[in-house]
């Protein structure tokens, strides 16, 4: 043996493997160990100080380089891999004040000890049990399960399909041209204020617009301190969820109804009560039947989804009252009323509260386009502060520069001309569907008359089963959703539910002809005639 140590340097595959060995007897005391290192081959694009970082570091956080074992030295590494010598001390200046390693003047360069003087933990390699002592992997807590057990329900049975999709308003009549112009125009005269942080509840224009505007076409009675700007009725539903439940209280939801807010409820913790819907809306005797201690009650009075019925009067009144006595919130998804067919929208339930228990909530992304994100709650006066601090840390404010947009359409009117247009384009679609399906669906399937909304329920032939039904529409290319999905604890007759919106008429009346072709096979054949 020569001197005290000798190198080796080793190719294998195209790596290069360099090794220190000591050459002192296993017994003889000595302050580190010297261990051969392994660097695997440059990834493309990977500059090679970032290679030969990464190399080191992996190889101390796996535990290939135990703590305390001594690195080669800069010239060495340099010298045996090509580099440059100021590339070497970059990486291991690096992984020193990273805390991977630490360097003595005259001793070299070690991987740094932990501070209890146990070394990186190790993984164990596909296969092998976890050794005693090392720490499970980290789990879900019981609201992350929820969670993770309630995603949200796509409506649609084809995604590629396009006639009569639920999620889908008409997008093409949307005024793309002066949407663009209004943003352009504010980015143009953007002040500090636009580009800095916004207000918690929302922009403050905005707000004010939308405290007009439903008060004047949803006869909703609220100031601009009570709007809170939202992305939209899942975001509204999950603040008020926030604030007003707690695991296990029971909440009202509409049987049929929104899925969307039934995943979300129990994603929550809360015990979703399914209250059957009849022609006048939500029943509320059946509510206090099934659930007389409920906390709150999601309702979709102007129209209920998926049915298209308006609540009456008396059924409103009614839910007010059980609020008054049972001290619970109403949250009044107002989605969709102002698309009516016929006659004016119903006002909102809240024009009727006087116990400050209805929680308004609207979203401006079906009456505009869904990428806008872009809805909001009107809250009591008593739910004001506590809304604020609950925004605080959960998201602060949405995107200010799209809510100053937002202002300037609402405040020029062109959201009521958009509406209105909106309003005519849906009823043409919307006849289109019932006289296409009236003359093509015979004895195959009934479409409900509708007053309001963007979807119909088509009501199936006995023999035909609505998921069957659902799949031979979509492998025509027609979207449908059986009414079954949009159930929690009742049972109804078979159908399918409808988009009104997605495309135009031509489009409408071949979609009927291909639903009609998909539940013609589906209908059962009549049986021999006996003799």
């Not at 999709?165 to 209004?182: C, G």
């Not at 500090?192 to 006869?219: D, K, M, N, Q, Y």
């Not at 008593?382 to 605080?392: E, H, K």
Request: aromatic share 6%; glycine share 10%; net charge positive.
């Amino acid at each position: 043996m020569i001197g005290s140590r000798w190198i080796s340097v080793l190719s294998h595959y195209g790596d290069i493997r360099w090794t220190i060995i000591p050459a002192w007897p296993p017994d003889m005391p000595k302050k580190s160990q010297n261990v051969a290192l392994v660097l695997g081959a440059r990834s493309n694009g990977a500059t090679l100080f970032r290679w030969l970082y990464d190399e080191i570091r992996t190889a101390i956080v796996e535990g290939r380089l135990p703590p305390g074992s001594r690195l080669p030295s800069t010239r060495t590494v340099s010298s045996q891999y090509g580099l440059a010598r100021g590339t070497v001390v970059a990486a291991f200046d690096q992984l020193a004040s990273e805390g991977y390693v630490e360097s003595t003047v005259g001793n070299g360069t070690f991987v740094r000890r932990a501070a209890n003087g146990a070394g990186p933990i190790q993984q164990p390699r596909v296969g092998q049990q976890r050794a005693v002592g090392i720490p499970a992997r980290p789990s879900l807590s019981a609201c992350g399960r929820r969670l993770a057990a309630n995603p949200f329900p796509l409506l649609v049975s084809s995604r590629t399909a396009e006639t009569f999709r639920l999620d889908r308003p008409a997008l093409e009549a949307f005024p793309i041209k002066l949407w663009s112009r209004l943003a352009a125009r504010r980015l143009r005269n953007s002040t500090l204020r636009l580009l800095s942080h916004g207000e918690i509840l929302g922009f403050r224009p905005l707000r004010e617009a939308i405290a007009a505007h439903v008060g004047l076409t949803r006869g909703v009675k609220c100031t601009a301190h009570q709007v809170v700007i939202t992305t939209g009725t899942q975001q509204s539903l999950d603040l008020v969820a926030r604030l007003v439940l707690d695991p296990g209280d029971r909440v009202w939801m509409e049987d049929p109804g929104y899925p969307g807010a039934t995943a979300l409820l129990r994603a929550c913790g809360a015990q979703v009560i399914g209250v059957p819907v009849d022609a006048e809306g939500l029943d509320c005797n059946a509510g206090r039947r099934r659930g007389p201690e409920a906390k709150l009650a999601y309702v979709t009075p102007g129209c209920q989804f998926p049915l298209s019925v308006g609540m009456s009067l008396a059924r409103r009144l009614a839910l007010l009252q059980w609020a008054r006595e049972a001290g619970a919130w109403i949250f009044e998804d107002d989605y969709d009323s102002q698309l009516r067919f016929s006659g004016r929208p119903l006002a909102a339930l809240q024009s009727l509260d006087t116990a400050a228990c209805v929680i308004y909530s609207n979203t401006f992304n079906k009456m505009l386009f869904p990428g806008l994100r872009l809805g909001f709650l009107v809250v009591p006066a008593t739910l004001v502060d506590a809304m604020a601090a609950a925004r605080s840390v959960t998201e602060r404010f949405p995107s200010v520069p799209d809510q100053a947009t937002l202002s300037d359409f609402i405040a020029a009117g062109h959201l009521d001309q958009h509406m209105r247009r909106m309003g005519d384009l849906y009823t043409a679609r919307f006849e289109a569907l019932v006289r296409s399906a009236r003359r093509s669906l015979k004895d195959l399937m009934e479409v409900s008359p509708a007053g309001a909304g963007l979807q119909v329920v088509g009501w199936l032939a006995s023999g035909i089963h609505e998921h069957e039904a659902a799949r031979g529409a979509a492998a025509r290319d027609v979207d449908s959703v059986p009414l079954s999905k949009l159930m929690i604890e009742r049972s109804m007759s078979p159908g399918l539910v409808l988009g009104v919106a997605s495309v135009d008429v031509r489009a409408i009346r071949r979609g009927i002809e291909r639903l009609g072709a998909a539940l013609g096979e589906l209908r059962p054949r009549p049986g021999p005639t006996p003799r």
